[in-house]
């Protein structure tokens, strides 16, 4: 059983459409993440989510709508996509939102997106 | 505020050698710290942790890290590298209060027969 799971793992799309990524969690974690990953292979967090409440949004365009439906999912829709969009966005999941003691992030598998 | 810094953008071993992974963080507080190995085209995976135990961390695969507070330094160790070991390495950094973590821009690691 994949305990973070994100579909599609590619995309492929061309500039101005909308899409969307879906991210689901199996662990009972309270706190969902997405980063995104340039090609340069560096991760920034975008948003993060505790029990369905929206507790980080960092300064992501707002063409960039995270939704949290419950506390296992968390998708992120993206309108209007920019050639610079292409990127791997990563979901990942944690038990709390700090991070002494033993709790990690967990990640997702990856989701390639590509704007044409 | 909370940073990291990865001194090498790449590191390139032979099999068998030892591997040595740098890693220096700034924190205004007793930070956690984490190594994260992510293999081509997957998703990353948790090395091992520093929460203010033990200096010295086991993880898994045979790496290990030690945490030096004087030197601000976390740096990632193996005896003896496999080529299964070839992969991008992050060093990461949260300090008590943050909600996030701090990503260093990763070291690949080349490993040649």
């Known amino acids: 059983d994949t305990a973070v799971s994100q579909t599609p793992k590619y995309l492929v799309t061309q500039m101005g459409n909308d899409k969307s990524i879906k991210c689901e969690q199996n662990?009972?974690?309270?706190?969902m993440y997405w980063y995104k990953q340039d090609s340069k292979k560096f991760l920034k967090i975008m948003f993060s989510?505790?029990?369905?409440?929206?507790?980080i949004n960092e300064t992501v365009p707002n063409r960039f709508s995270p939704k949290s439906p419950d506390k296992a999912h968390l998708n992120l829709h993206i309108n209007s996509l920019e050639l610079g969009d292409s990127a791997v966005y990563f979901c990942a999941s944690s038990r709390t939102g700090s991070f002494g003691g033993a709790n990690v992030l967990t990640f997702g598998a990856g989701s390639r997106l590509t704007v044409l | 505020a909370q940073s990291v810094t990865q001194l090498d953008s790449h590191v390139s071993v032979s099999e068998g050698t030892p591997v040595l992974l740098r890693c220096n963080y700034s924190?205004?507080?007793?930070?956690?710290l984490f190594w994260y190995v992510q293999h081509p085209n997957k998703g990353l995976q948790l090395l091992l942790k520093?929460?203010?135990?033990?200096?010295l961390v086991k993880g898994i695969n045979g790496f290990e890290a030690e945490f030096k507070k004087s030197e601000t330094s976390f740096h990632l160790t193996k005896p003896s590298a496999h080529m299964s070991d070839a992969a991008e390495y992050f060093c990461?950094?949260?300090?008590?209060?943050?909600?996030?973590?701090?990503f260093g821009k990763g070291t690949m690691l080349l490993v040649s027969p």
């Open positions: 662990l009972g974690h309270d706190t």
């Open positions: 520093y929460t203010s135990a033990a200096t």
């Open positions: 990461v950094v949260s300090e008590p209060g943050y909600s996030t973590l701090t």
């Open positions: 924190s205004s507080y007793s930070p956690s």
């Open positions: 989510y505790n029990n369905k409440e929206l507790i």
